[in-house]
Structure formats: C-alpha cells, structure tokens
C-alpha cells in the first residue's frame, strides 16, 4: 500500500486502508507492506519500489495518487492495483476505483444536524476543492435543505464554499472551526481529514457546540 500524505496514523484513509490489510494479512494470510509518502513526489517512487519487489497488488490512497496510479497500471497490465477514493472513467483493466456514495450519507447527518442546532447555523469546510469532498459538502447542505422544506424552518449551512487547502494542518481546522462558531454555527461537519481534528478542539473549547467527523470514529 502506497500512502497518502498524513502517515500511516492520520485517522483517515491512510489508517482505514491499512487495517483493512492488516485484517486481510490475520485472515487470509496475504503478505502486507506499506510505504509512507512525505511528499507528492514519493507517490511515482513508491509505486516503483513495489512493483521492482514483485507484489502483484498494490493499493494506492487517495485521488492524488489518481495520475500516477493510472500511468503504472497501464505500463504494468500484470499488475492489479486498487485505489481508495478515485476512480477512472472509462476504467481500467487492471485497477479496481475504491468509492462510496459519501452523499447519501451526510444527507443524514445534515438532516440530523438541521433538527438538533440551537442557533438555527450549522457549518461545514472543506480540505482541498475536490469532487470527492465537495460530495461531502454538497450531500450535508442537501439534508439541511430538505429538512427545511419538510419542517418549515430557516437553518442555514455556513462554509460550503471554505477550504482550508490541505488535509493535514490542525491549526488550520482549529481557526476553520472558530471563524464558524464565531459566525454562529454550532454544529460543524468538517471534511478535511486530520485537519477535523483542530475543528475538534475548537468544539471542545466551546460549550455548546458540536461536531460530526468524518473518514474515521475519533
């Protein structure tokens, strides 16, 4: 397994993955490995390593390994990949894309939040600009919205066109998460991987407030 930026332990899709393979290696006895990417230059190397070391399954992290993972698949048709969170269109051969209907989702937790907030805001961000986590977003303001048209009320979702930048800064999910409370929201879906947990202690700092994680149970 070839990670995203954020380590093995970023309490996202890092950490998911890998112990998906770990469960995998306990009950069926496959052989694992992972190497950690520092920096989006890594990505190419990494793949390499493993190919040039002879697995024959190679799961990559991420829609940022997309270009990269693409290009090593078709210059390796003998080699299976996977990819967590990207997929291709039209697909691969050889690569099986890793997605969910994240949407339907936080649909849920936006109805959720719409029928607890006491403010009548709830708020939301994103890491980086993406189809993957705009989903996210976009799926929490659908379930506020329809929450208002069955129940006649006015809550309105702050945040849904703020992103932070990255995935991987705690101060920047802390100040994401204090501009927000400050603007009055009270319930915060953060989408932004590790960056949600400075949301989290911006919450915990603030009674009253509330937050919905995301990728991994914190």
Do not use: C
């Amino acid at each position: 397994m070839v990670t995203d930026l954020g380590g093995i332990d970023d309490r996202s899709f890092n950490a998911t993955s890998w112990h998906g393979l770990e469960l995998a290696r306990d009950e069926l006895g496959v052989e694992i490995a992972y190497l950690e990417s520092q920096q989006q230059a890594d990505y190419a190397a990494n793949i390499t390593q493993f190919i040039d070391q002879g697995y024959d399954m190679i799961i990559t992290v991420g829609f940022l390994l997309g270009d990269d993972t693409k290009t090593f698949a078709e210059q390796n048709p003998d080699v299976k990949f996977a990819i967590v969170d990207f997929a291709y269109d039209p697909p691969l051969d050889n690569v099986l894309g890793l997605t969910f209907a994240i949407d339907e989702a936080t649909f849920l937790a936006g109805y959720l939040s719409a029928g607890m907030t006491q403010s009548g805001k709830v708020g939301t961000f994103g890491g980086i600009e993406i189809p993957p986590v705009v989903q996210f977003m976009v799926g929490y303001e659908a379930g506020v919205n329809y929450y208002n048209e069955q129940h006649g009320t006015n809550v309105e979702v702050l945040g849904m066109d703020f992103f932070v930048g990255n995935f991987e800064s705690t101060d920047d999910g802390r100040r994401a998460g204090e501009d927000l409370i400050a603007e009055g929201a009270d319930i915060i879906m953060p989408v932004a991987g590790p960056v949600g947990l400075g949301t989290a202690a911006a919450v915990m700092d603030n009674p009253g407030t509330m937050l919905i994680g995301v990728d991994t149970d914190w």
